[in-house]
């Protein structure tokens, strides 16, 4: 990429041959984009199962600790609370909206997009903490999750 980069500085191509390049850059980018969904799809998929696995094994007395050591990773499995996020244009949307400071217009408008990852992060810290959830979420599901991690290298 590089080279093509230095090439492109130096005039090396021409306007058509650039079309063509910007072209081929586009559909390996596209290419990239659909092999990540896919790669993502699968991690979620073993994250969901070591959780399971472990939830159950920890149920049934069979394992103390739930933690799991490959040779590559370590895995925190856990099941953690989601929030049932209201759907949009209801009063429990709005609630929510008013809640974190959105005035209705602009809740109503679209403009505003939620971190479905931090708003999931509040909801736990309050379930925890044994706290209500924040107005317009009356309801949260058990999301089986694995935090993987590289396992460290032993120095040799």
Do not use: H, N
Not at 4 to 16: H, P, V
Not at 22 to 34: A, S
Not at 40 to 68: C, E, Y
Request: charged share 35%; glycine share 6%.
């Amino acid at each position: 990429m590089m080279l093509l980069s230095d090439e492109a500085k130096r005039d090396a191509f021409t306007i058509e041959e650039e079309c063509d390049l910007g072209f081929l850059c586009r559909e390996v980018q596209e290419l990239f984009d659909e092999m990540r969904k896919e790669v993502k799809a699968r991690q979620v998929l073993f994250s969901r199962r070591i959780a399971l696995v472990r939830a159950r094994q920890a149920m049934q007395g069979d394992i103390d600790d739930t933690t799991v050591r490959g040779e590559l990773s370590v895995g925190s499995p856990s099941i953690v609370p989601m929030p049932k996020i209201p759907r949009k244009d209801t009063d429990e949307y709005l609630d929510l909206c008013k809640w974190i400071g959105i005035p209705p217009d602009m809740a109503k408008s679209g403009a505003v997009k939620f971190s479905w990852t931090r708003l999931q992060e509040e909801c736990a810290k309050r379930i925890a903490a044994g706290a209500e959830l924040p107005p317009g979420i009356s309801e949260t599901y058990s999301e089986p999750t694995t935090v993987f991690r590289r396992r460290p290298t032993p120095k040799t």
